[in-house]
């Protein structure tokens, strides 16, 4: 049984491929940055059903599917690139550095 929504998910982009390919960097990118820079409120956040009730979803691909249907994000050509991006995202979400022991 398809995923609800995935006809909306394909209508944002050309072809499948292109739609695997954002959804893989978003979640990349939740993980990285510890789903701090997430697009979703926290009444959006995907949840997951368990024998012990309702509870947070860990899959940031999930994460990043329900972003995209949100419609909050761009897709396309002319966006902001990737290193730059990626700077940005370090200055507002700070990562701890491990050094590693001697």
Do not use: C
Not at 34 to 58: A, C, I, Q, W
Not at 72 to 93: C, P, S, V, W
């Amino acid at each position: 049984m398809a995923e609800p929504g995935i006809d909306t998910l394909l209508s944002l982009t050309d072809s499948k491929y292109r739609l695997t390919v954002v959804t893989a960097k978003r979640a990349q990118q939740l993980l990285r940055y510890d789903f701090k820079n997430t697009v979703l409120s926290p009444d959006e956040y995907p949840r997951m059903h368990t024998l012990e009730g309702d509870k947070p979803d860990p899959n940031a691909v999930t994460w990043a599917m329900q972003e995209l249907k949100t419609g909050r994000l761009l897709i396309g050509e002319n966006l902001i690139a990737e290193d730059r991006l990626t700077k940005f995202l370090d200055q507002m979400y700070p990562r701890e550095v491990i050094e590693p022991a001697d």
